[in-house]
């Protein structure tokens, strides 16, 4: 990594509040270059608190953007961090409407050329794809990075259909405690407790609203730009990774958009910026590639930002199996269109006698995390125990021959008996060694109840045969000769998936079914990025400590009672010490327990605590916030609860208790 300090222009920064037509104030940080000339402004927009959870993040970005010509702004939006007013649903109108509001409002600034991009991560990237959609006429580019255009299918909330278990608790868990945090006395003044008590008064858990929206209904349209492509009118520049969930929507938006207007990246990457070297690699010079694309739509810079392939991808070498990898083996490979003329699909069909597959409900402890953000125990390990679970079907790569090497979302064709009318089926495609290692590639799944249709609940008929086919999140991946191709399927993928409530599971039909996979045929490709680059960090200090680290993942087994724990310790805890005097500690412990074969035994639970300290005001307030799920077989039963003190004295305490029908999960 490649720290600049000197760039073509001097930069200055001041926090400012952007004015909403209600009269509410969105907090934001503006970097500027020194220049009496209007310079183009890029936007970032999310809750996340940019005085302190992102800070760190967006000083790595900000200040270069603002040291090569560009307004570089990050804004929080309402209800969250320091800005005024109440907190709304994920992605609701009224955030949407603020965020075009923003962008008007920098358009109009007398250091503005008029013209504004919006770029982000996650949910950044997210706002920036829906409200290039809304098509404010200042808004010309969007860089989107690690995002999704599908909020039902394509996002932590559901796969295939099936409610997530992990992704669903463990996001909505962590937006109740950020949500529940206080703005900062040191930016907003005395009116901070009042504006934390009033913002308290107005949460309530998105667990209850993204549980009672079991299909794909007009809840989960709005926002999804899936819905329509055609509504964004910006260029647009798609950024992913194979380890990160959203990657799909890239291959998406080259796919649906002009293409004088979209091109897409896809790394090795999990969630996280590619510039920033967190594993897996290898990282990309992803700040001055997302120059020279502002350059050319924001300022009409004549490069060749359009002359380069409608999609840059990686495609990896085979490795063994492991929870994190520095750098993966690979290559970098184009393709002009897509899909690709470059890939062909294959079909492999099964063979052998129909067989039963009945998985024990704790098959999916070794699926990794959800979202993975780097640590070192992210990636899924050995599958050798997962496959155990698991019907599996093998096809050797023959020896002395080309590997096989895909590039976009395999497809399976399965044809079952239901042993009850819920269920579901996962598929895990695998990278079997010699020496019988077994390294997972990529995977999907489906709910039974969802095979006519995300939106609708058709029940499975008990004994009768059925073809389902799905399509597996897309990967680009080698398998080299000596290998063997695995498809591993199951009924059951515990914590990711929730499980249904019969435990029946259903008989596959080999003769019947097939796998079919997007291989890419060989093509000469060079393709060159710049060494990474940033601007200096923000100087954020972590203090020692004595304490031993929890570990990230820990599996509990209790043979007596045939029950499974998983604790999951996401490394954000410890104590940050910031450069304006803030302390801030947290600690996050995420339990998901479930016994071998009874799946109404599902249990998750996210306890979280958070201190911010600012011993020269005497500023001291913690929140502890917890959240649980339950089910039987027709509801989902959930607790939450948070409790806010300042000086060690309760200023707000409530818990909410909820029966949630199970209409489809």
């Known amino acids: 990594m490649k720290i600049r300090t000197e760039f073509p222009y001097e930069t200055v920064h001041d926090d400012v509040r952007i004015p909403m037509a209600d009269g ?24 996340h608190r940019l005085t302190d959870r992102t800070a760190p993040r967006d000083w790595q970005r900000h200040p270069w953007y603002a040291g090569h010509g560009y307004a570089s702004v990050r804004v929080d939006v309402r209800g969250y961090g320091n800005s ?48 290039a959609a809304l098509a404010p006429e200042p808004l010309k580019a969007v860089v989107a990075v690690c995002s999704t255009d599908d909020r039902y299918d394509d996002d932590v909330h559901r796969m295939g259909g099936s409610v997530l278990a992990a992704g669903t608790h463990t996001w909505a868990a962590t937006l109740l405690a950020l949500v529940s945090r206080p703005p900062d006395p040191r930016y907003v003044g005395e009116v901070w407790r009042e504006m934390w008590l009033e913002r308290l008064e107005a949460v309530e858990p998105l667990l209850h609203t993204w549980l009672a929206h079991q299909t794909r209904d007009d809840y989960w349209k709005h926002g999804s730009v899936r819905e329509d492509h055609g509504a964004i009118e910006a260029a647009v520049l798609a950024v992913g990774g194979w380890h990160d969930p959203y990657r799909d929507t890239v291959l998406r938006l080259v796919e649906h958009l002009p293409q004088d207007r979209v091109r897409g990246i896809i790394g090795p990457w999990c969630h996280q910026y590619p510039d920033r070297g967190l594993p897996p690699g290898p990282a990309i010079g992803f700040l001055q590639e997302t120059l020279r694309w502002w350059d050319h739509h924001l300022k009409g810079a004549d490069n060749d930002v359009m002359a380069v392939p409608l999609l840059r991808s990686w495609i990896s070498a085979s490795h063994p199996p ?90 399976v064709s399965l044809f079952l008996r239901a042993g009850a009318p819920t269920g579901q089926v996962i598929a895990r495609l695998c990278d079997v060694a010699p020496d019988g290692s077994s390294t997972l590639v990529t995977r999907g799944a ?19 045969g ?20 695995r498809l591993a399927v199951s009924s059951a993928y515990w ?63 209790d043979v007596a009672k045939g029950e499974w724990r998983l604790e999951v310790a996401p490394r954000q805890g410890g104590t940050r010490l910031y450069p304006d005097g803030l302390e801030c500690t947290e600690d996050t412990l995420e339990t998901y327990t479930i016994t071998e074969d009874d799946p109404l035994s599902a249990h998750t639970r996210s306890d979280s605590s958070i201190r911010l300290h600012r011993p020269d005001m005497a500023w001291d307030v913690t929140i502890d916030a ?9 509801v989902f039963v959930t607790s939450n609860e948070v409790v806010c003190k300042e000086g060690g004295e309760v200023l707000f305490h409530r818990t909410w208790e909820k029966r949630i029908p199970r209409t489809a999960g």
């Not at 008029?114 to 770029?119: E, Q």
């Not at 155990?388 to 002395?400: I, L, M, Q, R, T």
């Not at 489906?446 to 009768?464: C, P, T, Y």
């Open 24 to 47: 509410t104030r969105l907090y934001a940080r503006i970097w500027r270059p020194v220049t009496e000339a209007p310079v183009p402004a890029l936007l970032e927009y999310l809750p």
């Open 84 to 131: 005024e007013g109440l907190p709304g649903d994920e992605y609701d109108a009224t955030e949407l409407a603020d965020g075009v509001a923003v962008v008007n409002w920098l358009a109009a600034r007398d250091w503005c050329s008029g013209k504004v991009g919006m770029f982000g991560i996650s949910w950044g990237g997210r706002d920036a794809l829906r409200i």
């Open 322 to 411: 492991a929870t994190t990898y520095d750098e993966l083996p690979g290559r970098w490979v184009a393709d002009p269109a897509w899909p690709s003329p470059h890939v062909t699909p294959v079909t492999y069909a099964f063979q052998g006698e129909p067989v039963l597959v009945r998985s024990p409900q704790r098959t999916g402890l070794d699926a990794g995390r959800f979202v993975p953000l780097g640590d070192d125990a992210d990636l899924p390990p050995d599958q050798r125990a997962e496959d155990a679970h698991s019907a599996c079907f093998d096809f050797v790569v023959p020896e002395g021959g080309p590997p096989v090497e895909i590039l976009g979302r395999p497809r």
């Open 446 to 464: 489906l709910n039974l109840s969802a095979r006519h249709g995300r939106d609708r609940v058709v029940k499975a008929r008990v004994g009768v």
């Open 466 to 485: 059925e073809e389902v086919a799905f399509e597996l999140n897309g990967i680009g991946h080698g398998f080299p000769p000596g290998h063997r191709i």
């Open 495 to 557: 914590p990711w998936i929730w499980p249904q409530p019969d435990a029946a599971g259903f008989t596959l039909d080999p003769a019947a079914s097939h796998l079919t996979l997007p291989v890419r045929g060989p093509t000469r490709d060079r393709i060159v990025w710049q060494e990474p680059e940033q601007s200096e960090p923000l100087g954020v200090s972590v203090p020692a400590t004595l304490e031993e680290p929890r570990p990230e993942r820990l599996v509990v087994r």
């Open 626 to 634: 917890r959240s649980e799920i339950a089910c039987e077989a027709e």
